[in-house]
């Protein structure tokens, strides 16, 4: 038995589905231990912020609710990221707000980024801290999965069945653009699973010959429509990034590269009408579904359960079908984690016939 006695839970970065049945998780595994559980506020600013934003969460006010079946963060959560400069300094405040909060471990929800930025503010402290990985980019290291990530397939999947059906009403071709700043998982994953005719993702370059190729050989068999996928995280074909607008601390926001496609081809081929459909933020909610409810349940008890044990600085894991354990150094290390270009979804997608870009 370990001696804890409080810990915080907290949700850092850009939110998904899944989230509150993860807190849910591990304020009723927590309780059973006997110990308090206080739901920290908007990510690390509620420890590192005066007045310290919590609320002490419990099976009855929190878990019999409502709100673990609701995507969305009961807690909040913070994707402003954080400048390097300010770490020292926030880590310092961090170091304070544990002591004044009496927390002895903290689980941190959250994505690779966050891993890497509360695992340093925790070096300043004695709290234990394990990390729970979520993100609909399913790009946080080591994991095979992480929360949030199949409700944004299952959603996408379901936006392109949506825009097929509307796409051969009118002869055209549609163009989906999906979230993944840096990842295609989310673009592969949902093109497979609907069918789409082209998907084109940031770890594999492509040409706009290539995307019209495959449109001419659609129209040759006679159909007279296409979906066609794109993260936001693509490049032109010569390697521009198009951005919308930077964030406060100066990261990339993403946003545009799928009507950047749409004037591109339409200037030279006009054999279908095309039109852009952008997912945005719709994405990163809807009603999870059993895959994320699965993982959250798992991850938070897991997650409990190693606190129990002593350990401490570490990841829990989704591999090989089942809940496992990693260090957070090695996390880190191992950096985002990008679509493998020689994997079998890659492959299955070019089986299948999919324009994926030129591999
Ligand atoms: O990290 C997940 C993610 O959804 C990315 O795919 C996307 O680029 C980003 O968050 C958008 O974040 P926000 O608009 O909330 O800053």
């Known amino acids: 038995m370990s001696k804890i006695k409080r810990i915080g839970v907290l949700t850092s970065g850009g939110d998904c589905a899944g989230l509150n049945a993860t807190i849910s998780a591990v304020v009723e595994a927590a309780t059973k231990k006997g110990w308090e559980v206080y739901g920290i506020k908007d990510g690390t600013e509620g420890i590192t912020e005066k007045p310290h934003s919590y609320e002490v969460l419990t099976i009855s006010n929190f878990s019999d609710s409502p709100w673990p079946r609701l995507s969305g963060s009961y807690l909040g959560s913070l994707n402003k990221g954080l400048r390097i400069?300010?770490?020292?300094?926030?880590?310092?405040?961090?170091?304070?707000?544990?002591?004044?909060?009496?927390l002895d471990a903290i689980i941190v929800i959250g994505g690779d980024g966050s891993m890497n930025i509360v695992s340093n503010m925790c070096k300043g402290s004695l709290v234990k801290i394990i990390g729970i990985p979520k993100t609909i980019d399913n790009d946080t290291p080591i994991t095979e999965f992480s929360v949030g990530f199949q409700t944004a397939v299952q959603y996408c999947t379901t936006a392109i069945d949506s825009l097929e059906l509307t796409a051969r009403s009118h002869n055209r071709a549609m163009i989906v653009e999906v979230m993944g700043r840096d990842a295609g998982h989310l673009a592969l994953h949902s093109a497979l699973a609907g069918n789409a005719d082209v998907c084109l993702i940031p770890e594999i370059p492509y040409n706009l010959d290539g995307i019209i190729n495959k449109l001419k050989e659609i129209k040759r068999r006679g159909r007279n429509h296409a979906v066609i996928v794109v993260s936001e995280g693509l490049k032109t074909e010569n390697g521009t990034p198009i951005t919308s607008n930077k964030n406060m601390v100066g990261e990339t926001i993403y946003g545009g590269i799928g009507q950047y496609l749409c004037d591109e081809i339409s200037k030279r081929y006009n054999e279908f009408q095309f039109r852009v459909t952008t997912l945005g933020h719709l994405q990163r909610s809807?009603?999870?579904?059993?895959?994320?409810?699965?993982?959250?349940?798992?991850?938070?008890?897991?997650?409990?359960?190693?606190?129990?044990?002593?350990?401490?600085?570490?990841?829990v894991i989704w591999k090989n079908g089942e809940v496992s354990y990693v260090s957070l150094p090695?996390?880190?290390?191992?950096?985002?984690?990008?679509?493998?270009?020689?994997?079998?979804?890659?492959?299955?997608?070019?089986?299948?016939?999919?324009y994926i870009g030129e591999i």
């Open 85 to 102: 400069e300010s770490l020292e300094e926030v880590s310092k405040r961090f170091a304070i707000g544990v002591k004044e909060l009496g």
């Open 286 to 315: 809807g009603v999870p579904v059993a895959f994320d409810r699965l993982l959250a349940s798992l991850f938070g008890a897991n997650a409990v359960e190693l606190l129990d044990k002593g350990e401490d600085n570490k990841m």
């Open 330 to 354: 090695e996390v880190v290390k191992t950096g985002t984690t990008l679509v493998n270009v020689k994997g079998k979804y890659v492959s299955a997608a070019k089986e299948l016939g999919m």
